[in-house]
């Protein structure tokens, strides 16, 4: 009862940060939401497998993460590129 709880809490608090990254004024607004809505998703999966005892969801939980840390830093070099070349001209 109580994680069915938690889990329509994180996704009503998901659909808060969907929310603030569309209104969200720069692109490193919209990165730290992105992020933070991995981190999210990721719990959400944790959750959903801990009220349905299938514990091997985990993993896909924490290869869920492992792509999402290497997104973020991908996409913030790109950004940090993006702005140095706009930078030189």
């Known amino acids: 009862m109580f994680l069915n709880v938690v889990l329509w809490l994180l996704m009503a608090l998901m659909a808060l940060s969907f929310l603030r990254g569309v209104m ?16 999210k998703g990721m719990l959400i999966v944790i959750v959903y497998a801990t009220v349905n005892d ?10 869920y993460a492992l792509f999402s840390f290497i997104a973020t830093i991908f996409l913030a070099l790109f950004l940090l590129d993006h702005k140095r070349r706009g930078e030189e001209k």
């Open 24 to 39: 969200g004024p720069t692109l490193w607004d919209r990165l730290l939401v992105m992020n933070l809505m991995t981190v």
């Open 54 to 63: 299938n514990l091997a969801i985990i993993d896909v939980a924490l290869i």
